[in-house]
């Protein structure tokens, strides 16, 4: 009898967890448990000795000898990700997770394969039977259709395809842009430095908004030298706002015919937060004439409007409006606190969005003054409720804040008494909460356990 109460509760419990785990909701998809345990398979190629195959010209039958039937594995580490859309019936796979020699494209009818093979991905691929041709150029394995590489059907590709358990972090291969025609590269994951969009698609977007073609918008460094960024009219990024900035950008080597381009996986590939070709990188431009505020009551000097347009937590105490202290002797926001005002890190107040924001922003702008021993973090929120996080760090002069992984209080800040303007940078950043009205669109948080006594003006969007 106590061996069947025993059974009953473990597959109640059992139940229990199966209920609490499908009420978890999560954007973050998480890989399925497919394969329990390591497959049971001999690797006998290599990508390398695949691609080796192929002599040019028509695509060439992978086996080990002629009319041969033995069963052929490579193993490699998947790059791509389709979930964006701007990838789309292939996955790529390089030999190494970190400086690989050999990279190469499978040609597939299977879609959303970022619920199975995501980034990082090791897995077994049994290539025997299949062709190894160049599609415009790019190695590619995949069935023969004529004198081209074609998909391979669904079905072929799942029983042919086994994954490890083995998942890792790709270090992508840094590269300059004029590394781009290095065949050893292609079809591997590449990161360039240094490189941002040119002055003639500032204000443009990653695609065309009013169509699904797909589009080439040029890479380029300091010294001239630019390549092809391929977007796909069908990728879920394509009316984000081109960055602004210099920076870094990863992608997957490509080639079209005798242009070499690159695909980015999403707009997480591209950071460029830093200032231009040619910029000093002084201070920010300051806001236009034309700049809305933020949230209402945002210049502090109609406090009734400012209080009325928080969310039902309101403002902590410790945060007033100072008259004749803001710029210009206007009024400003002072947050003045001790060691012992918080016990955590605290919102300070969290502003909802107001009618007759910009649809299309790329900054926004304060006025600060005043010292702290810790620092600030911002909140931009976007319409489905996550938010941007910006951390202000060290601070004592003008700057230009970029958003970051985390909230973070890390730093000081002391501007020896003089305004400084803050610019968050939002250049690339989309889905912020300019529409819905009532809901939140900017926070400002502070650090536990410390001192601060600042101020702050004139929050403007555009």
């Not at 699904?212 to 879920?236: P, W």
């Not at 990024?237 to 381009?261: C, E, H, M, R, W």
């Not at 996986?265 to 200032?275: G, K, S």
């Not at 000081?412 to 008494?417: A, E, Q, S, V």
Request: with cysteine; aromatic share 10%; charged share 20%.
């Amino acid at each position: 009898m106590r061996k069947f109460q025993n059974i009953k509760i473990l597959s109640f419990l059992f139940l229990i967890g199966l209920i609490a785990t499908s009420c978890v909701h999560d954007d973050d998809y998480s890989v399925p448990d497919i394969n329990m345990e390591e497959p049971n398979v001999t690797v006998n190629t290599d990508i390398a000795t695949v691609k080796g195959m192929y002599r040019g010209f028509e695509p060439v039958r992978i086996e080990s000898g002629d009319g041969s039937n033995r069963e052929m594995y490579l193993e490699g580490y998947v790059i791509s990700d389709d979930e964006s859309g701007n990838i789309f019936k292939q996955l790529f796979i390089q030999n190494a997770p970190e400086n690989p020699s050999a990279g190469v494209v499978i040609s597939t009818q299977a879609t959303d394969m970022y619920t199975k093979y995501g980034p990082g991905q090791k897995i077994y691929f049994r290539v025997d039977g299949l062709y190894i041709g160049e599609y415009a150029g790019l190695p590619t394995i995949g069935i023969r259709q004529g004198t081209d590489v074609g998909r391979i059907e669904i079905d072929d590709f799942e029983s042919r395809i086994l994954r490890s358990t083995t998942k890792t972090e790709i270090v992508p291969t840094t590269i300059t842009l004029g590394s781009v025609n290095d065949e050893s590269k292609l079809a591997t994951l590449v990161k360039f430095e240094g490189v941002q969009f040119p002055d003639n698609l500032l204000g443009q977007y990653y695609g065309n908004l009013g169509n699904t073609f797909s589009v080439n918008r040029k890479i380029e460094d300091c010294d001239g030298r630019s390549v092809i960024l391929r977007n796909s009219g069908y990728a879920d990024f394509k009316n984000y706002p081109l960055p602004t900035g210099n920076g870094s950008l990863t992608a997957i080597l490509s080639v079209f015919g005798n242009d070499a381009q690159l695909m980015i996986r999403d707009p997480r590939d591209v950071q460029m937060n830093e200032p231009r070709c040619g910029d000093d990188g002084g201070d920010p431009e300051p806001p236009s004439t034309d700049a809305t505020l933020v949230f209402a009551g945002a210049d502090f000097e109609d406090w009734n409007a400012f209080i009325g347009g928080l969310n039902q937590f309101g403002i902590k105490s410790y945060a007033t409006q100072s008259l004749g202290t803001g710029v210009d002797n206007t009024a400003s926001l002072n947050i003045a606190t001790t060691p012992t005002t918080t016990d955590g890190n605290d919102y300070v107040f969290t502003a909802n969005a107001i009618a007759g924001l910009p649809n299309q922003y790329s900054k926004i702008t304060f006025y600060m003054k005043g010292s702290s021993s810790k620092s600030v973090s911002l909140n931009v929120y976007k319409t489905d409720g996550e938010y941007y996080k910006f951390n202000l760090g060290d601070l004592s002069s003008s700057a230009t804040i970029v958003s970051a992984e985390n909230n973070q209080y890390n730093g000081t800040i002391n501007t020896g008494g003089n305004w400084v303007q803050v610019t968050l940078d939002l250049g690339g950043l989309p889905g912020v909460n300019v529409t819905a009205v009532g809901q939140n669109i900017f926070a400002l948080k502070i650090g536990k356990n410390a001192d601060y006594d600042l101020h702050f003006d004139n929050f403007t969007i555009e």
